[in-house]
């Protein structure tokens, strides 16, 4: 049974696609190019977003198995393809740069009550070179800049599956109608109304339907798993990007009060002037 509907559909379109016309070739060649970028997307973005969960995953265990923020920068360990990982790196880096460039001095074991995580808590007491306040919202922003540009990257090419969804049937369309329209327009001219000389622009014009339709589906199923994937991936990926925010802040940020901050100034200030005699 299948063996024989194969056969069949394929004459049909073999002897539709003879017998179109100009405009309804044009319209057959427009919508297999957009197939061609259509499939070429959903390859490609299906091995992207693949790369990413596993990735992903892979990176989230690992930072989850340390209490640094920092840790998996300074072990020098990679993850590519994983948008978080991506996201660490750039404000891991941005974080080494305050360090190195405006560190802030603290007194070893001062730490701001109720700020971040417990899990870093003997960090932030261990620590003595920390950053500002000001340092941390340069280093916000650019979590804020990582985040925004990843989440760009996953949706990069999307507009084409979502034209060939939307337009594919409109272009199959306007091919159809345009070869009725001609069957019709021969018709007159030849004063001629039977079905044979009607079946083979009839049949010609309709395949600029199929294919529009062919287009269409595929690029459809396609765009709706790859929108939910890269929702969750991105939404993921904020609340990484909050998480890692509050670790950071509450091991590498002086929150120290104002009278803390004060004291330790006037501190050094006393240690660094000259003895009087």
């Known amino acids: 049974m299948i063996m024989t509907i194969q056969p069949i559909l394929a004459n ?5 696609i003879e ?3 100009t405009e309804g070739k044009i319209t057959v060649v427009v919508l297999l190019i957009l197939s061609l970028f259509s499939w070429t ?3 490609t973005k299906f091995r992207q977003l693949m790369i990413a969960r596993r990735a992903t995953k892979k990176f989230m265990a690992a930072y989850a198995s ?4 920092l840790d998996i920068k300074k072990r020098g360990e990679e993850y590519d393809g994983a948008p978080a990982y991506a996201l ?4 891991a880096e941005e974080v080494l740069y305050h360090l190195k460039n405006n560190p802030v001095e603290v007194k070893a074991g001062v730490v701001a009550a109720g700020v971040g995580e417990g899990n870093t808590d003997h960090l932030a007491r261990a620590n003595t070179i ?3 306040n000001a340092s941390y919202e340069a280093v916000k922003v650019v979590l804020e800049e990582a985040a925004s540009a ?9 507009i084409v599956l979502s034209t060939a969804v939307a337009g594919g049937p409109f272009i199959g369309l306007l091919g159809t109608v345009w070869g009725v329209m001609s069957t019709f327009a021969g018709i007159a001219a030849s004063n001629s109304a039977s079905l044979t000389a009607m079946a083979p622009g ?5 395949v600029a339907t199929v294919t529009g339709l062919l287009v269409a589906i595929p690029a459809m199923f396609g765009y709706n798993f790859m929108v939910t994937t890269i929702r969750h991936i991105t939404q993921e990926l904020d609340g990484f990007a909050t998480r890692y925010a509050n670790q950071i802040e509450h091991t590498y940020v002086d929150n120290r009060d104002i009278e803390d901050k004060i004291a330790g100034a006037l501190k050094r200030h006393e240690q660094s002037a000259p003895a009087q005699f």
Do not use: F, W
Not at 202 to 206: D, K, S
């Open 41 to 43: 997307i959903i390859i």
């Open 88 to 91: 660490y790196e750039r404000g």
């Open 150 to 158: 990843q989440a760009m990257a996953l949706e990069k090419g999307m």
């Open 202 to 206: 009839v049949a010609a014009a309709l």
């Open 12 to 16: 049909a379109a073999v002897y539709a």
């Open 19 to 21: 017998n179109a016309t």
């Open 66 to 69: 340390t209490r640094d923020p």
């Open 130 to 132: 920390k950053i500002s």
